[in-house]
C-alpha cells in the first residue's frame, strides 16, 4: 500500500486555543499528489501561517499581538484507495495526522538547516545573555512558559538570591493574545517584582525594579540559562529605548546610550503655472505671484543612534535587527514605528575593534505630513 495523495486542512487564529475564534472550516485546505518515484508529500505552512500573525504592539505587553495558533489535519489516500479515517482506513490502522502549535514570526538561518528548533533546551527567547539599561529602567526579557518551556526564575544580586519566581505552571485554557494567559488562580507577581504576561504565545516577559545583576532561567530540561544585567548611568545622553521582532517571533528591547542625530527629507512635485494677466490694452504679470507652484510636499525623518560599548554577542543582535520587519521607538511616552535604514552591517569582533559600538540609521515609519484620508 502506498501513497497516492493528501489533504492538508489547516486553521490559524487567536484568542482561546479550540475557543470561538477558531472557524468551523479551515483557513487552508491544500491537496497534493506524489509525484513520479517520491513517496513523501511534504506541506509547507510557515509563509501560510504569518498570514494571519497580525503584529502588534503599542509599547505594552499586557495588550500585545505577537502570535497565533495553528491546527492542522492531514489525510492520506493511499493506491489501493483505502482513506485515513474511513472504514478502510481504520480497518489499515491507518488515521489521519492531527496537529497544533503556537506560532511566531521568526525565522533560521542557512547555516541552522530545515526547520531549526530555536528553543532547543532553553527558554530565553533571545541570542544575548547580557542586557543593558540605563540605572532605574525596568528591563524587560522575553522568556517561553509553555509546554516545554521555563517555570522558574531567579533573581540575583551577586551571589544572593533576590527573589524565585515558579508559578509558570501551563494550563488548560492558555491563550493566543485576544485573552489573558494565566497560571492556575495565581496572579504571578510578589511584592514589587512582576512577572507579566504577554498573553498568546506563552510568552512572558521577566520584568524588576529591584536592584539585581543576573537572572537565571530553570529550562524543562533541568538546565539553567543565565542573564547578566548591567544598569548604566548615562550622564551627557539622553537614552533611547528600541523594541524589534526578532528571529525568535517576539519582541525585544535595546537600548542606544549615546549619540542621537535627527535629520528630514523633504521631496516636491512642481509645475510651472501661467501667471499672465491679459488686459484691455496689454498684459501683464505680478512679480509677486510665483511662476513655480507645488502640487504636492512629502516628507520623512531619521534618526541615526549608537549602542554606547557593548559586548561582542551583540553583534547578532545587531543582525536581527538589520533583518526585523517590525521595530518602534519610544519617544514622550508614546511608541512609534521605525525601519532600519542600512543595507550593510559591519560585524564587530573585540579581538579587531577592542571596544565594540554600533551605529544604526533609522527611518520613522511614517510621513511627517499627516496624509492618511
Same mark, same amino acid.
Given at each position: 500500500?502506498?501513497? *497516492? ?5 489547516? =486553521? ?9 475564534? /477558531? ?31 497580525? &503584529? ?12 497565533? =495558533? ?5 489525510t492520506r489516500t493511499y493506491d489501493d484507495g ?12 491507518? !488515521? ?32 544575548? !545573555? ?12 522575553? &522568556? ?12 540575583? /544580586? ?5 527573589? &524565585? +519566581? ?13 485573552? +489573558? ?34 537572572i537565571e532561567i530553570e529550562n524543562a530540561d ?21 523594541? @524589534?521582532?526578532?528571529? @525568535? ?8 546610550? *549615546? ?32 511662476? !513655480? ?31 526585523? /520587519?517590525?521595530? =518602534?521607538?519610544?519617544?514622550?511616552? *508614546? ?18 575593534? *577592542? ?16 496624509? &492618511?484620508?
Open positions: 500500500m502506498g501513497l *497516492k495523495k493528501a489533504t492538508l486542512e489547516l =486553521w490559524v487564529y487567536t484568542g482561546l486555543f479550540n475557543g470561538s475564534n /477558531k472557524t468551523e472550516n479551515p483557513q487552508y485546505a491544500i491537496n497534493k499528489s506524489v509525484m513520479g518515484s517520491n513517496t513523501v508529500i511534504s506541506f509547507e505552512i510557515s509563509e501560510l501561517i504569518d498570514d494571519y500573525i497580525n &503584529i502588534q504592539f503599542d509599547g505594552k505587553y499586557d495588550s500585545i499581538s505577537q502570535s497565533a =495558533w495553528a491546527e492542522w489535519i492531514i483505502t482513506v485515513d479515517g474511513s472504514d478502510t482506513g481504520e480497518a489499515t490502522g491507518q !488515521t489521519p495526522i492531527n496537529g497544533s502549535a503556537i506560532c511566531w514570526s521568526g525565522y533560521g538561518y542557512f547555516e541552522e538547516g530545515v526547520n531549526p528548533d530555536l528553543l532547543l533546551n532553553k527558554s530565553l527567547m533571545q541570542t544575548n !545573555t547580557i542586557v543593558y539599561a540605563p540605572s532605574g529602567e525596568i528591563i524587560n526579557v522575553p &522568556i517561553f512558559t509553555g509546554s516545554g518551556g521555563s517555570s522558574k526564575v531567579i533573581y540575583k /544580586k551577586g551571589d544572593n538570591i533576590v527573589d &524565585i +519566581i515558579n508559578e509558570y505552571t501551563v494550563v488548560t485554557d492558555v491563550t493566543a493574545d485576544m485573552d +489573558i494567559y494565566t497560571a492556575d488562580t495565581t496572579n504571578i507577581s510578589a511584592d514589587i517584582i512582576s512577572f507579566s504576561s504577554s498573553e498568546s504565545e506563552q510568552v512572558s516577559i521577566a520584568s524588576s525594579i529591584l536592584d539585581y545583576d543576573s533541568g538546565s539553567f540559562t543565565y542573564v547578566t544585567v548591567k544598569y548604566l548611568q548615562e550622564c551627557k545622553y539622553n537614552p533611547n529605548k528600541v523594541y @524589534f521582532i526578532n528571529k @525568535f517571533g517576539v519582541v525585544q528591547e535595546l537600548w542606544f546610550f *549615546k549619540r542621537r542625530d535627527d535629520s528630514m527629507s523633504v521631496s516636491r512635485e512642481n509645475y510651472n503655472s501661467n501667471i499672465i494677466q491679459n488686459g484691455t490694452v496689454d498684459s501683464s504679470y505680478s512679480v509677486n505671484y510665483a511662476q !513655480t507652484q507645488t502640487l504636492s510636499v512629502d516628507s520623512t525623518k531619521s534618526i541615526k543612534l549608537n549602542t554606547g560599548f557593548v559586548d561582542e554577542q551583540f553583534g547578532d543582535v545587531m543582525k536581527e535587527l538589520m533583518l526585523t /520587519k517590525n521595530a =518602534w521607538i519610544l519617544e514622550n511616552g *508614546k511608541v512609534y514605528p521605525i525601519t532600519p535604514k542600512l543595507d550593510t552591517l559591519s560585524i564587530k569582533k573585540s579581538v579587531n575593534d *577592542k571596544l565594540i559600538d554600533y551605529t544604526l540609521d533609522f527611518e520613522y515609519a511614517f510621513d511627517t505630513i499627516n496624509n &492618511i484620508r
